[in-house]
């Protein structure tokens, strides 16, 4: 039996099909092209030794009476459906990779099953010369047992190609699906997987998916929103609330301004009154970082306009102070100063006001005093290949001038204002004194100074040029 069909030219269809399998296991996912070119002239190959032998597919194998022969042609004929549906799975695959990518897997999955059932139902029929009528009816009683045990199962595959063929998500978008927020990175016959922001990973079946309320965040591109809530006292006045909010919203540069952020009036209750900053950023990465800043500014703009968040008990920061004692207790810089201090530093500070684009303080001008941020937003601006640079935005509490009180010379930066502005001024000749004898409010302003004079630097410095590489094809182009 063994020289007998090493004699024979089937043996050669058997090393083929070895063959391929050895070559689609060693040839690279790198080298799909290749892989592909290789399947299918092995399987042409295949094809024409069988053929060549006297072997057709479509009837039965000719050697009856050799029954090891027989056996052997049967299992080739067998192995060319078989190869041919792998082959033609392979080849509408990469069809449909070009042209629908990752999203259509689910698709090709499903034709390859039924071109692998068509496959083994022709070589049944074919091959082996089985009655079709019989097994497709003993298969199609088999297929509504299975399709009872399996319900819930075939709802997740059916609802994945309505999932596939709507496209309500892609891969790689941000969504969620009730409530459970994650980036997509995989949607099988299955279940769709979501990476959430917490790094974990939620696997939400096709059926569920394609009932529940889908909130996609990346369509449309590049836009991504993001809102915040302010619970505020029911005693403050709507539009002081208002007006804060939308400077604190005009604090934060990464906003989009088309489409426009906005504050709306949420909920009103004699409990409190809700109200909601919303707007666009430009990558889901800045939803975080966006909403703590919103927040953050939210809080100090409704303090410098006398509006109180939300709280169990109504409080407010000592409402016997002054405004400007009040803003050196708010300070970062200040606080550390005595009750007794703070009361003298307020009295030797006087206001002023900015319309929005005046300038409170140019670049490349010493000042000879340190303005504190009352109210309302003031933009810094650099130079940057002669063109300007907003380099960011400042709020309440913030200070102004400290170059000139610490070292008399200037930062590189304008300041002007974006909104209307109420600040406080110290002069030199008043606060040098303090600074001399309070080295702790020294060193946290000299701290400032170096950040921003760091920040200046790191903005506007030169990007290294990279030389083109030189090789010899440009050497001898140049030379020529």
């Known amino acids: 039996m063994l020289s007998l069909l090493t004699e024979h030219p089937l043996f050669c269809a058997l090393i083929l099909i070895l063959l391929d399998l050895g070559l689609w296991r060693l040839i690279s996912s790198r080298g799909s092209e290749w892989k592909l070119l290789v399947r299918v002239l092995i399987f042409a190959l295949f094809s024409i030794v069988l053929f060549n032998e006297g072997l057709n597919p479509m009837e039965p194998a000719p050697w009856a009476d050799n029954v090891p022969l027989h056996l052997a042609a049967t299992g080739l004929q067998i192995g060319w459906w078989l190869f ?15 042209r629908v990518g990752h999203t259509g897997r689910l698709l090709q999955d499903l034709l390859g099953a039924v071109i692998f059932l068509i496959a083994i ?56 699906i009730d409530g459970t927020e994650g980036r997509v990175t995989d949607i099988d016959w299955r279940a769709t997987r979501l990476q959430t922001s917490q790094g974990s990973m939620a696997v939400i079946p096709n059926s569920l998916a394609a009932k529940a309320k889908i909130i996609n965040f990346s369509r449309p591109s590049n836009m991504f929103g993001v809102s915040v809530s302010v619970p505020v006292s029911p005693h403050a006045r709507p539009s002081s609330v208002i007006e804060a909010l939308e400077r604190a919203m005009q604090g934060c540069r990464q906003l989009l301004d088309t489409p426009a952020p906005s504050v ?21 990465g800045e939803k975080r970082v966006v909403r703590n800043q919103l927040f953050d500014l939210a809080y100090r703009h409704l303090q410098a306009s006398g509006v109180n968040l939300l709280s169990s008990t109504e409080t407010s920061a000592a409402p016997h102070l002054s405004r400007p004692r009040a803003l050196l207790e708010s300070s970062p810089i200040f606080s550390t100063l005595r009750e007794e201090e703070k009361d003298t530093f307020s009295q030797n500070m006087t206001l002023q006001t900015f319309r929005a684009g005046e300038t409170i303080l140019a670049g490349g001008e010493v000042s000879d005093h340190l303005f504190i941020i009352e109210s309302g937003v003031v933009s810094v601006t650099l130079k940057r290949h002669g063109a300007p640079l907003e380099s960011g935005r400042m709020g309440p509490g913030e200070v102004i001038g400290e170059a000139g009180i610490l070292s008399d010379t200037a930062l590189p930066a304008d300041f002007s204002a974006k909104t209307f502005c109420a600040l406080y001024r110290i002069e030199k000749s008043y606060l040098k004194p303090c ?37 010899f094809l440009q050497w001898l182009r140049n030379s020529v």
Not at 447 to 460: E, G, I, N, V
């Open 84 to 98: 041919g549906a792998r082959t033609l799975t392979v080849l509408i695959g990469a069809v449909m990779m070009q």
């Open 121 to 176: 139902i022709a070589a049944l029929a074919y091959v082996l010369d089985l009655p079709v009528k019989g097994v497709l009816a003993t298969s199609g009683a088999l297929a509504i047992i299975v399709g009872l045990a399996l319900q819930s199962t075939l709802s997740d595959v059916f609802s994945g190609i309505v999932l596939n063929t709507t496209k309500p998500y892609q891969l790689d978008d941000w969504i969620s």
């Open 264 to 284: 709306a009036l949420k909920s009103s209750a004699s409990g409190g009154a809700e109200y909601e900053i919303s707007g666009f950023v430009a990558s889901m």
């Open 435 to 471: 600074l001399d004898a309070r080295h702790d409010i020294h060193d946290a302003m000299q701290a400032l100074l170096d950040f921003r004079l760091h920040k200046a630097q790191s903005l506007t410095e030169e990007a290294p040029v990279v030389a083109p590489k030189r090789g």
